[in-house]
């Protein structure tokens, strides 16, 4: 008898033996006084044996983002060159096409510049003339060498509520949705099988009003024992879209100085910050969810 057959013969003397036990034990149970309750409880026992009856685990935040900083842990310094195109979501025929450079060096310094001249620039001009190379570079923290407890403070400082955490779907995928899912909430969403982050949702960081950007990560390809989205879509509420396009990238490169912080000064206008008490509270208690994380893990 061939091993899949030797197998298979084994499963169905296991499935023969174990619902043998199950109807001796209903006739029993059957027998006794309290015989109702004693067959529902084996019947919610049977019910919960049945795949895809039980409630799927939703991990808490700090396990998800442990877990999509091991996919950059490794990237130390980047050198990124990038095709980008700025244009307005409803009037696609005047973009401006640039190449530019960043230099990335963690946890959250860059320097960017613009290769050449833009093309297109007689045309969309007032797209990129208060625009500094790279454009906004605050999610691309999320995108390098960043130890846990930066990248929860980072992102309750961008407003993503980290104590609200579902399964969702995002155009056919399966994703962990961090945030609450008011759509003009702070979100992000990371792909449940991967753990790259997919979707990133937070407020402005130019400009007054409660404006909202939103980023799609895309084309993600393995490079320096990690992976990195080659192509990055980037939102704004007041009608910008700006499309990058990686040209070249180089991991744990010599990146030299001058080199400025990645801030994000605004804060958002719908998140209650409290007072020095409630601040230094929510600090301790990020910290012990840090601490328990990390007794996990090792």
């Known amino acids: 008898m061939s091993y899949a057959a030797m197998t298979k013969d084994a499963a169905q003397r296991r499935y023969r033996t174990f619902y043998g036990t199950v109807n001796i034990e209903m006739n029993r149970m059957l027998k006794s006084p309290y015989k109702c309750s004693a067959a529902l409880l084996l019947g919610l026992f049977l019910v919960a044996l049945i795949p895809g009856r039980a409630p799927a685990y939703v991990m808490p935040a700090e396990q998800l983002l442990y877990l999509m900083g091991t996919k950059f842990s490794r990237f130390k310094t980047m050198v990124i060159t990038q095709t980008t195109r700025v244009e307005n979501r409803y009037e696609t025929d005047a973009g401006v096409v640039m190449n530019e450079k960043i230099w990335l060096k963690a946890p959250a310094l860059y320097r960017s510049e613009l290769i050449g001249e833009p093309d297109g620039q007689d045309v969309g001009n007032s797209l990129v003339s208060d625009r500094e190379p790279g454009g906004d570079m ?96 980037y939102f704004s509420d007041d009608e910008t879209l700006e499309r990058y396009s990686i040209v070249d990238l180089q991991v744990n490169a010599t990146v030299e100085p001058p080199l400025s912080e990645i801030t994000f000064q605004r804060t958002p206008p719908f998140h209650d910050l409290g007072d020095s008490e409630d601040i230094n509270g929510e600090d301790e208690r990020l910290r012990e969810m840090i601490e328990l994380l990390k007794d996990k893990y090792q």
């Open 138 to 233: 605050a999610f691309r923290r999320l995108l390098m060498a960043n130890d846990l407890e930066s990248i929860m403070a980072l992102l309750t400082h961008m407003g993503v509520n980290l104590e609200s955490v579902s399964l969702s779907r995002h155009e056919g995928v399966v994703v962990y949705q961090l945030g609450n899912k008011d759509p003009e909430s702070p979100t992000l969403l990371i792909d449940k099988n991967s753990f790259l982050p997919m979707i990133f949702r937070y407020p402005s960081p130019t400009g007054p009003g409660p404006g909202m950007v939103t980023i799609r990560f895309g084309d993600y390809q393995e490079i320096g024992k990690g992976w990195y989205p080659y192509e990055i879509t």
